[in-house]
T-cell receptor
């Protein structure tokens, strides 16, 4: 079945540093999504990507949909303590105009030292 | 926009009882809803996909008679964990999406189920 490999598994960085994480897949997706999850909460959508090559920003966050449609990265610039959490990539494939199910990466746990 | 409300946020039940979790789309019509299960320090695992007015599609290994899903309206889906056992204790999360939109998949805030 489809699998997403997300790396790194965890990161411990200093406040102000930039962060980069990525996801790769053995199969093609036509939607890539990046989520952040705080403890005891559901994932919150950060960035959605719908076209190969698309580069999208949301404040200090930037994500790109790989040209091959098999990968995506998320960058966080100038990290702050509230960036702490678990970041998940997720991919979906639309099938005949119907909603495809989301496949999640394993998550990247980010810790920021003030 | 695109808010999904999930209730309850926490529930503790006795082994052998059933528990119902509700997932509502507050400001859009959710033609498709998804139910996930998440164990501590793990990723979200899709349990089933439900389309309004039709039977849910369960992922391999998920018992449909144990995890009953009802998507009776465009704004409400329910997950009932029947005859719960301690191994069913987990974090259950729903998500919803409107057909034909690129809103992305909006998630509820999750339900922490503890079976004692």
């Amino acid at each position: 079945g489809q699998q997403l490999n997300q790396s790194p598994q965890s990161m411990f960085i200093q406040e102000g540093e930039d962060v980069s994480m990525n996801c790769t897949s053995s199969s093609i997706f036509n939607t890539w999504l990046w989520y952040k999850q705080d403890p005891g909460e559901g994932p919150v959508l950060l960035i959605a990507l719908y076209k190969a090559g698309e580069l999208t920003s949301n404040g200090r966050l930037t994500a790109q949909f790989g040209i091959t449609r098999k990968d995506s990265f998320l960058n966080i610039s100038a990290s702050i303590p509230s960036d702490v959490g678990i970041y998940f990539c997720a991919g979906a494939t639309e099938i005949s105009g119907n909603t495809g199910k989301l496949i999640f990466g394993q998550g990247t746990t980010l810790q920021v030292k003030p | 926009g695109a808010v999904v409300s999930q209730h309850p946020s926490r529930v503790i039940c006795k082994s052998g009882t059933s528990v119902k979790i509700e997932c509502r789309s507050l400001d859009f019509q959710a033609t498709t809803m998804f139910w996930y299960r998440q164990f501590p320090k793990q990723s979200l695992m899709l349990m089933a996909t439900s389309n309004e007015g039709s039977k849910a599609t369960y992922e391999q290994g998920v018992e449909k008679d144990k995890f009953l899903i009802n998507h009776a309206s465009l704004t409400l889906s329910t997950l009932t964990v029947t005859s719960a056992h301690p191994e069913d204790s987990s974090f259950y999360i729903c998500s919803a999406r409107a057909k034909g939109t690129h809103y992305g998949y909006t998630f509820g805030s999750g339900t922490r189920l503890t079976v004692v």
